[in-house]
């Protein structure tokens, strides 16, 4: 098992590396001059020296990407060119609303997914099962930002009971950033717990048809404590790398929902950064959020070699 | 030599007539082809008629309710709402078609070729893979568009990048379950080329896995698009897109929460017309599947 976790640390560390280099090429190859990206096209030569001095471009790129990689190390990720604040403070910031925002939509989907899915199993074949899966295949169809702006003409603006943007921080108001994050966490999850219901509902049909499972019934448990003992106990492995997967749609997802919002999130920062061509907020952030993607899929690897011995070997 | 081996009919013409038979009894194919159907011919019929011009902007027509001059009502700058959703058919057909294209002509070669040759290249294009994987998909479109400029035919690359490696491993893991076959071995024998055997044997038999993950993708596509869109991103006025569509639609949402159904409902369609869709062929396709059914 150590070895296994071993080998797959020195994979995740490899895709980190390279997922740097991609993002770097990206932001800082790719459009020839950064600072003329950063400042457009009618800039003044003096001001785009001056920056380009401020921002090391006068360095070789090789070293420009060693010294960003050594910066990120030690948590060092620059000064935003807009804001004039270290990006590393403003990510700080900004992680305050996208990672409730973006767990909050993973154990809601969860919770709503995961009942449905089993109920939709155990009475597979029957009116309510197909119900619920007509009901889900369609959940699947619907984009998060139309059911976003749906919800908040339904509780903004007609019952006037949520609000339909901002958010008003965590030690302003910690009931009314609560609030804040509701709509947006339900309009995230909807979609991904109509997957996530499919997944599951047919992970649970694969087991049950499983000889451990007759054996369970035959040796005088109940349908319900072998459903739920040995049926969704097994069944929830696809249903894990799923959820492992989802979180990089819900990451992808706060972008939009997190600007439909006007959260101040990371995603928010990134399209923002991107409009206003803050290439320096832009590298960082997507590096975090790649890395987090990168971490989760990690330890989501682990989770089933722990669950599965079988996995273990194959590495 | 290739002429003196038996000639065995190929596999696609199993029973083709039942197929059909099949498909018009499946609920999932039905309703799935009909709704891509609609789609389709929405955005074809675009190219040459739609009741209105889309980019004629005329204030005294604004937010008119649906009547039979204009079926659906107009939005805010009197634009026919019923026009632009047929315009907007053809963008996300377009963009989809094009990026789900670009998926499958780069992502099927690779992962063939990663089948084929092990080792080093394998290694190499299922790495890279998992290195594209490790990006948000919409979170790297945004980059991407926001670099080049958006629009349209960005928006289709940013898209296309990431069907490949969904093609890529389809294509290895249908290349890989058929090593071994006696049907491989009887066309090595003869003396074929991998690069012949690969076309003419484990294309064959792999494009029915092939056409549903593209159907699938399709709908992904759709949906990514419209996100391009409502982010600004995407396709720019005067053509129309449902993505922008809603993203004009919210600001009136308060007075005219109407033109926020139209965009919505269009999406919803043509992405469960192409899940449907795709689920039908599966069942319809898949050998497994057919032996249950038979």
Same mark, same amino acid.
């Given at each position: ?30 459009p ?9 096209? *009618? ?7 001056? @920056? ?10 090789? &070293? ?17 060119y ?62 998060n ?5 749906l ?63 007759? &054996? ?6 109940? *349908?319900?404590? &072998? ?12 249903v @894990? ?54 971490f ?20 | ?25 499946? %609920? ?24 209105? #011009?889309? +980019?004629?902007?005329?204030?005294s027509? %604004? =937010? ?29 057909? /377009? ?5 789900? $294209? ?10 063939l =070729? ?15 893979? +998992? ?8 979170l790297?479109?945004?980059?991407i ?26 294509? %290895? ?11 491989? =071995? ?10 012949l055997?690969?076309?003419?044997? /484990? /294309?064959?038999?792999? #494009?029915?896995?092939? /056409?549903v ?7 992904l ?11 600004? =991103? $995407?396709?720019q ?5 449902? $993505? ?11 007075? #005219? ?8 409902? #269009? ?19 898949d ?8």
């Amino acid at each position: 098992m150590l070895w296994f976790a071993f080998l797959r640390l020195i994979g995740l560390l490899t895709t980190l590396l390279a997922a740097s280099l991609v993002i770097f090429v990206v932001l800082e190859v790719i459009p020839g001059d950064p600072a003329e990206v950063m400042l457009g096209l *009618n800039a003044q030569p003096d001001t785009l020296a001056a @920056l380009r001095a401020e921002l090391g471009l006068n360095a070789p790129l090789s &070293t420009r990407y060693v010294n960003w990689l050594l910066g990120m190390l030690q948590g060092e990720f620059g000064v935003s060119y807009t804001y004039s604040v270290p990006v590393s403070e403003l990510i700080g910031e900004r992680i305050q609303v996208s990672l409730p925002l973006a767990t909050g939509a993973l154990i809601l989907s969860t919770v709503i997914a995961i009942p449905i899915g089993v109920y939709s199993a155990r009475y597979h074949g029957k009116v309510i099962d197909t119900g619920i899966m007509s009901i889900a295949q369609i959940g699947i169809a619907i984009p998060n930002f139309w059911i976003a702006i749906l919800l908040v003409y339904v509780f903004a603006i007609v019952l006037r009971v949520l609000p339909s943007g901002g958010f008003p921080g965590w030690d302003v108001s910690f009931f009314g950033s609560l609030q804040a994050l509701l709509l947006p966490v339900i309009a995230l999850a909807l979609p991904q717990a109509s997957i996530l219901a499919r997944v599951m509902r047919s992970a649970l049909l694969d087991v049950l048809h499983e000889d451990y499972i007759r &054996t369970a019934r035959a040796k005088g448990l109940s *349908n319900k404590a &072998t459903l739920w003992r040995h049926g969704v106990r097994n069944a929830l492995i696809p249903v @894990l790398t799923i959820l492992g997967l989802q979180f990089s749609f819900l990451i992808a997802g706060t972008v939009i929902i997190e600007n439909l919002f006007y959260l101040p999130g990371l995603g928010r920062l990134i399209f923002q950064g991107i409009t206003q061509r803050d290439l320096i907020v832009v590298k960082s952030s997507v590096m975090l959020l790649v890395a987090l993607t990168i971490f989760v899929t990690f330890l989501v690897d682990i989770a089933y070699a722990a669950i599965d011995p079988r996995l273990r070997r194959r590495a | 030599m290739n002429q003196e081996l038996p000639s065995y009919p190929p596999l696609a013409s199993f029973d083709e007539i039942s197929i059909w038979k099949k498909a018009f009894h499946s %609920r999932s194919f039905v309703i799935g082809a009909t709704l891509a159907l609609v789609i389709l011919i929405a955005g074809v019929t675009s190219v040459f008629w739609t009741p209105y #011009a889309i +980019d004629v902007l005329d204030v005294s027509k %604004r =937010l008119k309710p649906m009547s039979s001059e204009f079926w659906f009502g107009t939005d805010q700058y009197g634009r026919d709402i019923f026009s632009m959703l047929m315009v907007g058919a053809r963008t996300s057909i /377009i963009v989809a078609l094009i990026a789900v $294209g670009i998926g499958m002509l780069i992502g099927v070669p690779l992962g063939l =070729l990663a089948a084929a040759q092990k080792g080093f290249l394998e290694e190499l294009v299922m790495r890279t893979n +998992d290195l594209i994987f490790a990006f948000p998909s919409l979170l790297s479109a945004v980059l991407i568009t926001s670099i080049f400029g958006p629009g349209t035919i960005n928006a289709v690359i940013a898209i296309g990048i990431f069907n490949i490696p969904v093609f890529a491993r389809v294509a %290895r893991g249908g290349a890989l379950s058929l090593s071994g076959r006696e049907f491989l =071995l009887a066309a090595r024998l003869s003396g074929k080329s991998s690069f012949l055997i690969t076309l003419e044997h /484990i /294309i064959p038999n792999i #494009a029915n896995l092939l /056409i549903v993950q593209a159907t699938i993708q399709l709908s992904l596509a759709i949906l990514s698009e419209a996100g391009l869109s409502y982010l600004g =991103l $995407g396709t720019q006025p005067p053509m129309a897109s449902w $993505g922008r569509m809603l993203y004009e639609a919210q600001t009136m949402v308060a007075f #005219a929460p109407q033109l926020a159904l139209y965009p919505g409902f #269009a999406i919803i369609f043509s992405v469960l017309g192409f899940n449907l869709l795709g689920d039908g062929l599966r069942d319809l396709l898949d050998p497994k599947m057919r032996r249950r059914v038979a």
